[in-house]
């Protein structure tokens, strides 16, 4: 079986167009390629193990989901820290010598 060295730009379409379907095997097979193959050349580009060194790592989330979970930690952390006034207000009212200990 002849062995064929494929280009980084071939590779580099073949994994995006998989991370953008999900659908290693049908991507596999559209380009007449073994899925593990696939498989394979995603998990390097996502170690940053690909081809040259120039190639940038993409991250897996796009930038709406992104986005979405960077409003959900503002919301988290916000709550947290409403959640320390109110215990530092409680800890002040029944120990009001404690005031300028937590401040």
């Known amino acids: 079986m002849?062995?064929?060295k494929h280009s980084n730009d071939f590779k580099l379409q073949v994994i995006?167009?998989?991370q953008e379907t999900g659908k290693i095997t049908l991507v596999a097979r559209r380009y007449e390629l073994n899925p593990n193959m696939?498989?394979?050349w995603?998990?390097?580009y996502k170690e940053g193990k690909f081809g040259d060194a120039d190639v940038a790592v993409l991250p897996d989330l796009d930038?709406?989901?992104l986005s979405k979970?960077?409003?959900k930690l503002k919301?988290?952390?916000g709550e947290k820290d409403l959640e320390i006034a109110i215990l530092r207000?409680?800890?002040t009212k029944k120990n009001p010598h404690l005031l300028k200990n937590l401040k």
């Open 2 to 4: 002849k062995r064929i």
């Open 16 to 18: 995006k167009e998989a």
């Open 38 to 40: 696939v498989s394979r």
């Open 42 to 44: 995603i998990r390097e």
């Open 63 to 65: 930038s709406k989901e």
């Open 69 to 71: 979970e960077n409003e």
């Open 75 to 77: 919301i988290l952390l």
């Open 89 to 91: 207000d409680l800890i």
